[in-house]
Structures are given as structure tokens and as C-alpha cells.
């Protein structure tokens, strides 16, 4: 059973910096693909960042480029997302995501952690 929980959210102010940690138990967890998501209020969970265990091929979702950093350390069992220059509009639960290769949907998640940015 994998099991993943996030760390690190909180209130911030515009412009603020945080950093997520998502701790994953398992064996296997150099092979995962992991991801960030996030649910806005009254909105669908969407698709942050991305990065895989083989290649370490990064991904982010257009609005976050430049401004946040997804990073794994395989000896840890750890991903985290950098958020810098953060917007009111990152405000959300963010969520932690494995996926067990590229063909394959995340199937196992964390429980979701908020991250409030006030303007």
C-alpha cells in the first residue's frame, strides 16, 4: 500500500515563498511519476507540476512556469514543490500525486493540504 501525506501549507501574503513535501511510503517510489495538483474552491483539481522517476522530465502547468519547482529525492522517498512570487490565485488544497510510469493515471494520492495566499 502506498501512502502519501503533504507537508509545509499555510497562509501567506502575496509574494511570499513555500515550499510542499510530500513523503511516500513504498519500495518502489524511484519509478513513480509524481505530481502536484490543486482544487480551488468551487473549481476541479488541476494539474501543477510533474516529474519522473526514470528521467527526472519536469512538467508545470503554464500559470506556475518560473515561479515554482518541483524536485524529488529518491533516497527519501520525498517530492516537493518550491512556490515562489506566490498569487492570490495559487490559493487552494494541493495535493500530491504517484503514478506507477508515463501509461499509466496517478492512482494513489495524499490527503491535500491548504496553501492561502492573502492579497
Same mark, same amino acid.
Given at each position: 500500500q ?5 507537508f509545509g501549507?499555510?497562509?501567506?501574503q ?6 510542499? @513535501? /510530500?513523503a511516500? @511510503?513504498?519500495?518502489? =517510489?524511484?519509478? #513513480?511519476?509524481?505530481g502536484w495538483?490543486?482544487q480551488?474552491?468551487?473549481e476541479?483539481?488541476? =494539474?501543477?507540476?510533474s516529474?519522473?522517476g ?5 512538467? !508545470?502547468?503554464a500559470?506556475v512556469?518560473?515561479? =515554482?519547482?518541483? @524536485?524529488?529525492? $529518491?533516497a527519501? $522517498?520525498?517530492?516537493?514543490? %518550491?512556490m $515562489? ?8 488544497? !494541493? #495535493? /500530491?500525486?504517484a503514478?506507477?510510469s508515463? #501509461?499509466?493515471? #496517478?492512482? !494513489?494520492w495524499? %490527503?491535500?493540504? %491548504?496553501?492561502?495566499? @492573502?492579497?
Amino acid at each position: 500500500q502506498v501512502q502519501l501525506v503533504e507537508f509545509g501549507g499555510g497562509l501567506v501574503q502575496a509574494g511570499d515563498s513555500l515550499r510542499l @513535501s /510530500c513523503a511516500v @511510503s513504498g519500495r518502489t =517510489f524511484s519509478r #513513480y511519476v509524481m505530481g502536484w495538483f490543486r482544487q480551488a474552491p468551487g473549481e476541479e483539481r488541476v =494539474f501543477v507540476a510533474s516529474i519522473t522517476g526514470s528521467t527526472g522530465r519536469i512538467d !508545470y502547468t503554464a500559470s506556475v512556469k518560473g515561479r =515554482f519547482t518541483i @524536485s524529488r529525492d $529518491n533516497a527519501k $522517498n520525498t517530492v516537493d514543490l %518550491q512556490m $515562489n512570487s506566490l498569487r492570490p490565485e495559487d490559493t487552494a488544497v !494541493y #495535493y /500530491c500525486a504517484a503514478a506507477e510510469s508515463d #501509461y499509466h493515471p #496517478y492512482t !494513489y494520492w495524499g %490527503q491535500g493540504i %491548504q496553501v492561502t495566499v @492573502s492579497s
